[in-house]
């Protein structure tokens, strides 16, 4: 089988990932083979191909935001059958155990592992993954609409319950990327009010389209004060421009794998109570939430669409801000 591997981390530009043909996996106990039908780009595959966000193993195949259907059935799985139209997200395994597994914060737990990051991810035409981390996935969107929710659309709902955000409240967006189209989409349908702050003017036309009700750039305030704010631009400076931009009791909710420095800030920023929480990973449960979520609402999902082959392109258009949606490679 022909998967995208990584060998060494270095700027996306010099094409990095490497299409190469592999031995076909099989399944061991209480695994899946899957066939990938689509793959999602995220930023944190970017970052891991760029060495952002050091590699927990190399060579590595990246993608962790799967769409295929079950080809194999280990044993003792009993839930999963042949032909299942499934998806992986990010988490692919936890201990099951610890404190956090068992007060469902498996998103914090220390044993957990990451799709693409410690075991091979859906950049390739097959992945195995444990059948427990596997998703069924409802009619209503095809395989390239379903991709960028696994990740995306995942994270986005965690960081909205991160946030505190209720019905009706103020939203600010900071970023307008693949995670804060599925995020606005939620928080429209829970008739929040969205300003969303992105450099790109084409993206703020985006988000007003998408019925922001308000869109400029991070220097520009929006004009009512916020109840939460969620970051995704990985720049630190944002997290201050957002925690500028919030009330007294309002939190900043940071969605970010990797950030570069918070430039230092006065501590009026943050006193009467507002709060920055980071976003760390999902749970089994924020994924099937949103995948029911994204069926009812509907979610519609802005996407380009590459062949295997060009994942450096998707990788390039990614780190350049070239992207006019989530990049999606369809690889059969
Ligand atoms: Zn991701
Ligand atoms: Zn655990």
Redesign the pocket.
Known sequence: MRAARLAEPRPASSYPLVVQDLDTPTAAQDEVVIEVSTCGVCRTDLQLVEGDLAAHRLPITPGHQVVGKVREVGSGVEDRHVGQRVGVAWIAS?????R??LSGR?NL????TFTGWDGDGGFAEMIVADAGFTYPLPDGFDDVEAAPLLCGGTIGLRSLRVSGIQRGDRLGLFGFGASATCVIQIARAWECEVFVCTRSVREQQRARDLGAVWAGGYEDSPPSKLDAAITFAPVGSVVVDALRSVDRGGVVAVNAIHLDRIPEFSYDLLWEERQIRSVANVTRRDAVELIELAAEIPIRTQTEVFDLDDVNTALERLSSGALAGAAVLAIS
Do not use: S
């Open positions: 936890t201990c099951g155990k610890c956090f597994c498996e737990c220390e044993a957990a």
